[in-house]
């Protein structure tokens, strides 16, 4: 008996301790899971990042200013400076 005894208070032990692991995780954010910020490809590279990087000559088409894009700029489409784009973006 005695030993059948200690076996179900071990069980019932180990169903305690897993019902209070169980609480502790969804309740402690309101059942929300954290934000987590994806990163974002090629940026966390600290090295062959900025002198891999192609950039070709062009001219801003809002102020006119000569500037450097990342990507081949094409005849008709418009092409912002650094500063054009930032403003140009919403917020
Ligand atoms: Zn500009």
């Known amino acids: 008996?005695?030993?059948?005894?200690?076996?179900?208070?071990?069980?019932?032990?180990?169903?305690?301790?897993a019902k209070k692991f169980k609480k502790r995780r969804p309740s402690a954010r309101g059942g929300r899971p954290p934000f987590r910020p994806s990163p974002s490809p090629g940026s966390s590279s600290p090295s062959g990042f900025n002198s891999d990087r192609p950039s070709f000559d062009a001219v801003c088409t809002t102020c006119g200013t000569k500037t450097t894009v990342p990507f081949e700029p094409t005849p008709g489409k418009p092409v912002l400076c650094r500063n054009c784009f930032v403003a140009s973006r919403p917020v």
Do not use: H, Q
Not at 1 to 17: I, V
């Open 1 to 17: 008996m005695g030993k059948n005894n200690t076996k179900a208070e071990k069980a019932k032990r180990n169903l305690e301790y």
